[in-house]
């Protein structure tokens, strides 16, 4: 059985628990650390729109829907280009209104150092768990996407805006002051944007279910490697670390069509 690789779903307790939306069933992921685990691609990949291709032209997309789909935009990526809120169309007007026009939270995040960083206001903690953070606060919550982007470009000359990802795979940052870095960095919001910074300094703290990480990371594709098994030594972000310093990247693969599966270790052995 065949089915489409998605991105974990995560729930925030003690430690994150992960689970797989996959051949009709959801598997804790959680569960499987310690056993052998596997993912057959099939050599076929499946685009938003539904057409079944070998590979992606781009970023997840068919040629088509990367030149045309609102949601392969620049201001996806660069939501300072945003202008939903202008009534001037990009894309697709009505799409990107549902989607700009709509609360957005910026945040600090600790995960391989201080990065800042925008979400939705439906995605909250999610967000932070898919970049494997250890530490996140709110720093405004504005009205429109946009307004967070032109937040999120005053402070990236201060901090980073995206996740090293080696970093973050090789341990636990250590922990830093994420109430004094939001008021030194309050500082450089424009002023008319101030009127968004947030009073609460809530400080959410996470773990992640990891027994090992790798020391010398390999990151391990679909593409190079077409069947990819070994023992589930920890999740992070959304990354499943594997035996041998290797990591798989899930949510890069989404779109893959692939089967998984997994065997239990014992003594050594496959059952």
Known sequence: MKDTLKKMSTNLQDVVQYTLDIHGGYILMNELIGKQIKIEWSGEVICNCGRIMKKFYRSGFCYQCFYDSP????????????????????????WEKTFQLAPHYVYLANSSGIKV??????????????????????????????????IEVSLKRF????????????????????????????????EELKQYILADNTVTEIKYPVTQFPKKIKSVKLEKNPIIEGELLGIKGQYLLLDGDR???????EGFISKFSYQEIVQGRLF
């Open 247 to 253: 990591v798989f990247n899930i949510r890069s693969h």
């Open 159 to 190: 901090v980073a805006d995206v996740t090293n990802w080696r970093k973050m795979l090789s341990g636990t940052p250590d922990s830093v002051d994420l109430v004094k870095m939001k008021e030194k960095l309050s500082e450089h919001v424009p």
């Open 117 to 150: 960083g925008i979400t939705r206001g439906t995605q909250g903690v999610i967000r932070w768990m898919d970049q494997g953070a250890s530490q996140a606060i709110l720093l405004a919550e504005v009205p429109n996407r946009r307004f967070s982007g032109d």
């Open 71 to 94: 949601l392969a935009s620049q201001s996806i990526f660069k939501p300072e280009l945003c202008t939903a809120h202008l009534g001037i169309e990009e894309r697709d007007l009505e």
